[in-house]
């Protein structure tokens, strides 16, 4: 259902605007996080010994595939810096997994903010061009 409700929400879906997607991505990223972070902690940590559970793998595998495609695109434009894009969407939504995985030992728990954490993300890998002269 988590990963229906992403994909509803747009998900990953390109418009251009390579700010605008990747923080509509973060934000729907961070909600289900924050929903299910605990859950994704022990599916993570179980998922090594148990192959019976490797079924329920499958739906956040897609979102995973999804921003990878849609970071792909953005690189082939020449909007990102190329990079492995999985390497890309481990930077990009990793810190928001973790977050949502420690968030029981905080005592204030706070979601990231997703245009906050989409520049810091940009700043690191936005595709730079040279300038002539």
């Not at 990953?12 to 924050?34: E, F, H, I, K, S």
């Not at 490797?54 to 999804?66: D, S, Y």
């Not at 810096?81 to 995985?101: D, F, H, I, R, Y």
Request: proline fraction near 9%; avoid cysteine.
């Amino acid at each position: 259902a988590e990963v229906d409700r992403f994909d509803a929400a747009g998900g990953a879906r390109y418009t251009g605007d390579l700010r605008d997607d990747l923080t509509r991505v973060v934000a729907l990223y961070t909600q289900l996080v924050m929903r299910r972070g605990r859950l994704l902690a022990v599916l993570l940590a179980e998922l090594p010994s148990a192959d019976e559970l490797g079924g329920l793998i499958e739906r956040p595998q897609r979102i995973v595939r999804a921003v990878a495609r849609l970071i792909r695109r953005y690189q082939r434009e020449g909007a990102l810096e190329p990079e492995p894009p999985l390497q890309s969407v481990a930077a990009l939504l990793g810190p928001v997994l973790l977050a949502g995985v420690l968030r029981p030992l905080a005592t204030r728990p706070e979601p990231p903010d997703p245009s906050a954490h989409v520049e810091r993300f940009l700043h690191g890998r936005r595709a730079t061009h040279p300038t002539k002269g």
